[in-house]
């Protein structure tokens, strides 16, 4: 078989798959979909991952002011 013969029955499968209610179906699927992925809430990739990055942040700060806050109180003692 020649690729040409293959692209040829793959585009009148898709031709044909266009035209039956499954097409329908996967359109209002993915309306739904987004519509419901909206109203979740959810955060972006990029959003997430920036909140990654304050949280490591916080993390380290709090990390060293427990240190100095350690040494400190053994000073004081």
Not at 15 to 30: C, I
């Amino acid at each position: 078989m020649n690729q040409a013969f293959i692209d040829d029955v793959a585009h009148r499968l898709s031709d044909m798959l266009a035209r039956t209610p499954l097409a329908d179906f996967e359109k209002n699927a993915r309306a739904m979909l987004a519509g419901l992925f909206a109203r979740a809430n959810l955060v972006t990739r990029e959003e997430f991952d920036a909140q990654v990055q304050v949280l490591a942040r916080t993390r380290a700060k709090i990390t060293e002011l427990e240190a100095k806050l350690a040494a400190l109180e053994t000073r004081k003692d």
